[in-house]
């Protein structure tokens, strides 16, 4: 129970904090803490996020790695890879892994949907922000119409706070009940117990910190 207890601050207070130094240090330390206890693929995910939001890109890497060995199945965990390789610059390398997961996705898709859909709907909010900076920082590099690529960013944008709120919806009519780890529906922090966050589970998928960088 100190274990859950850990992770759930540690994921509740990552997800309120604005990037504040001090929060995160203490984030990172019950994610530690939850870690120790039980060594699951879910808080090793929960871990690389904070660190990630902390710059601490090593770390990140270590424990979405150490994720993936855990539970190979962890779209949690290559998620949080193409994160790293999003800050790193590795932008090749992270279009790649996105190519990946819209494949993974699309085979459980029905066959009637549209290619679009399809791919929206295989990808988190949290990958398809990401998209929207790789926009930016490919339009950086010149040899794209700046006008195009600022379309093309609002327009993910636009994408991403859709199935940001298209997500907590499903979650509301669930009654409260998580998305199931593995199929692609949440992001990288997520946390698997049965009931996790209480009363305060709202405010966990609505993630402002998450819609504050949509925003921005």
């Given at each position: 129970?100190?274990?859950?207890?850990?992770?759930?601050?540690?994921?509740?207070?990552?997800?309120?904090?604005?990037?504040?130094?001090?929060?995160?240090?203490?984030?990172?330390?019950?994610?530690?803490?939850?870690?120790?206890?039980?060594?699951?693929?879910?808080?090793?995910?929960?871990?690389?996020?904070v660190a990630s939001m902390e710059g601490s890109l090593d770390l990140a890497t270590r424990m979405f790695?150490?994720?993936?060995?855990?539970?190979?199945?962890?779209?949690?965990?290559?998620?949080?890879?193409?994160?790293?390789?999003?800050l790193e610059g590795q932008i090749d390398d992270a279009v790649a892994q996105i190519?990946?997961?819209?494949?993974?996705?699309?085979?459980?898709?029905?066959?009637?949907?549209?290619?679009?859909?399809?791919?929206?709907?295989?990808?988190?909010?949290?990958?398809?922000?990401?998209?929207?900076?790789?926009?930016?920082?490919?339009?950086?590099?010149?040899?794209?119409?700046?006008?195009?690529?600022?379309?093309?960013?609002?327009?993910?944008?636009?994408?991403?706070?859709?199935?940001?709120?298209?997500?907590?919806?499903?979650?509301?009519?669930?009654?409260?009940?998580?998305?199931?780890?593995?199929?692609?529906?949440?992001?990288?922090?997520?946390?698997?117990?049965?009931?996790?966050?209480?009363?305060?589970?709202?405010?966990?998928?609505?993630?402002?910190?998450?819609?504050?960088?949509?925003?921005?």
């Amino acid at each position: 129970r100190a274990g859950h207890l850990n992770s759930e601050f540690g994921i509740l207070f990552a997800r309120v904090c604005c990037y504040k130094p001090r929060a995160l240090q203490l984030c990172s330390k019950m994610l530690q803490r939850a870690l120790r206890l039980s060594p699951s693929a879910e808080n090793m995910c929960a871990l690389g996020q904070v660190a990630s939001m902390e710059g601490s890109l090593d770390l990140a890497t270590r424990m979405f790695r150490d994720a993936g060995k855990a539970n190979p199945s962890s779209i949690a965990a290559l998620e949080g890879m193409i994160l790293v390789q999003v800050l790193e610059g590795q932008i090749d390398d992270a279009v790649a892994q996105i190519e990946l997961l819209q494949v993974m996705g699309g085979e459980s898709d029905g066959l009637n949907d549209s290619q679009d859909e399809q791919d929206a709907e295989s990808l988190s909010p949290e990958v398809m922000l990401l998209q929207a900076e790789i926009v930016v920082r490919e339009s950086k590099k010149g040899g794209s119409d700046q006008v195009s690529s600022v379309n093309r960013h609002v327009e993910q944008l636009d994408k991403c706070r859709d199935a940001h709120l298209r997500r907590l919806l499903r979650w509301r009519t669930s009654g409260g009940g998580r998305q199931e780890q593995y199929a692609g529906t949440q992001g990288v922090t997520s946390a698997v117990l049965e009931q996790p966050f209480g009363p305060l589970g709202d405010i966990v998928e609505q993630n402002p910190d998450f819609l504050l960088q949509v925003a921005m």
